[in-house]
């Protein structure tokens, strides 16, 4: 991520870090540069640019791996059990798909390159929608949509057994408990921290399937989001919508004047496990950080990370980025010995889910490094006071 990126002169859209990138990329971007400049100012969504690029990807096959894109054969498009609204919705991507690679690809080539279940465009777009994943840096913030048709097959489990980390486009599937032989190994859909009946309609919505695992089943830490009296949390939960407007606007003074006065409101009326609490203080640390407000953040951050902890009993990476961004704000404000158990809390957490080569741990042990670092020179400056 930089100010200043290199934009593509043809179709205006794709963008480099420098010409080194720009070369390497056109040998995969060259088709798609002419399938995009075809429908310019139009811009076709990551759905349709992912589903032409599978279709590029199969037509050259020793420029991809395109025995796994053939496992999209394996995947279902549930077109079946889809309504007529979705379907509709799905009808004009599929159109979209069609008037984007008319320039550069005959039906002919698409009928002998794909799979017969993808050669209509409305069954392909089907099955990327259904499942593509979203791929994310580190820190969880979205970068993109990509297919993994190996990872597709996965089944989704509300506290699964496994979760799923980039490193680049690269997916790295991670156990974060002990799997006994032949069970099945589950990874999470969606994000696991709403109320059961969310999480069943957002399953049943994009995915086409009742969740029945344990913790829907059970419903047992809804009592938990939703703790506390109803009518006292109940604005929270109405304002919610309209502050994730102002954040999706980056109007950062607003969403934290919003924030701020909607939690002083409440106080400690609303404890701190309520989900529209908890989702409203995140929003309030985020707001903090990009106004340069720290210790503002760092009050809010510290109030979440026993919340993450009963949310997250297992490893998880949401929990793992949070204790690390608590972490560096403490550090930054030279609280030096409570960044560092903080940032031994993190990684726990972080070597399991990310992996002990991933430059999100790299990155952890080297502030560990730091703090231990700034702890020996404060000690000994104190020694040598003494002895003076």
């Known amino acids: 991520r930089q100010e200043n990126l290199l934009r593509c002169s043809q179709c205006k859209m794709a963008r480099?870090?420098?010409?080194?990138?720009?070369?390497?990329?056109?040998l995969g971007h060259k088709r798609e540069c002419k399938c995009l400049k075809?429908?310019?100012?139009?811009?076709?969504?990551?759905?349709?640019?992912?589903?032409?690029?599978?279709?590029?990807?199969?037509?050259?096959?020793?420029?991809?791996?395109?025995?796994?894109?053939?496992?999209?054969?394996?995947?279902?498009s549930h077109l079946s059990s889809m309504s007529e609204q979705k379907k509709q919705g799905l009808s004009q991507l599929a159109s979209?798909?069609?008037?984007?690679?008319?320039?550069?690809?005959?039906?002919?080539?698409?009928?002998?390159?794909?799979?017969?279940?993808c050669q209509e465009p409305l069954s392909l777009i089907a099955k990327v929608t259904c499942n593509c994943f979203t791929i994310s840096d580190g820190e969880l913030q979205e970068i993109g949509v990509g297919l993994y048709p190996s990872l597709s097959l996965l089944n989704h489990g509300c506290r699964p057994n496994c979760v799923m980390v980039f490193v680049g486009t690269k997916l790295h599937l991670r156990a974060v408990?002990?799997?006994?032989?032949?069970?099945?190994?589950?990874?999470?859909?969606?994000?696991?921290?709403?109320?059961?009946e969310d999480r069943r309609r957002q399953l049943e919505d994009q995915y086409h399937f009742t969740c029945h695992c344990q913790l829907c089943d059970s419903q047992e830490k809804d009592g938990l989001m939703l703790s506390g009296n109803e009518s006292t949390w109940c604005p929270l939960k109405e304002a919610l919508p309209r502050l994730e407007g102002l954040k999706a606007e980056s109007d950062w003074p607003a969403l934290l004047e919003n924030c701020s006065q909607l939690l002083s409101t409440v106080g400690d009326d609303v404890p701190d496990e309520n989900l529209y609490k908890l989702k409203m203080t995140d929003m309030a640390i985020d707001a903090s950080i990009h106004l340069g407000h720290w210790e503002e953040a760092l009050g809010y951050g510290e109030k979440t990370?026993?919340?993450?902890?009963?949310?997250?009993?297992?490893?998880?990476?949401?929990?793992g980025v949070q204790l690390m961004r608590v972490g560096k704000l403490q550090h930054y404000l030279e609280h030096i010995e409570d960044a560092l158990d903080t940032f031994k809390q993190a990684f726990k957490i972080i070597k399991l889910t990310h992996g002990v080569d991933h430059p999100m741990t790299t990155d952890l042990l080297m502030k560990m490094e730091e703090c231990r670092s700034e702890l020996d020179?404060?000690?000994?400056s104190c020694l040598r006071i003494e002895e003076n």
């Open 16 to 26: 480099y870090c420098n010409t080194t990138c720009q070369k390497q990329a056109w």
């Open 38 to 76: 075809s429908l310019l100012p139009r811009i076709p969504t990551d759905s349709v640019r992912l589903a032409a690029r599978i279709i590029f990807g199969l037509l050259n096959p020793s420029q991809s791996r395109s025995e796994e894109l053939f496992t999209l054969e394996d995947h279902e």
């Open 96 to 117: 979209m798909l069609e008037l984007y690679l008319q320039q550069e690809v005959s039906d002919l080539e698409v009928t002998s390159a794909l799979p017969p279940s």
């Open 177 to 196: 408990r002990d799997i006994n032989p032949e069970e099945e190994l589950t990874i999470s859909y969606i994000e696991t921290l709403s109320l059961t």
């Open 305 to 319: 990370l026993p919340v993450y902890r009963q949310y997250y009993p297992d490893p998880h990476p949401v929990h």
């Open 377 to 380: 020179q404060k000690s000994s």
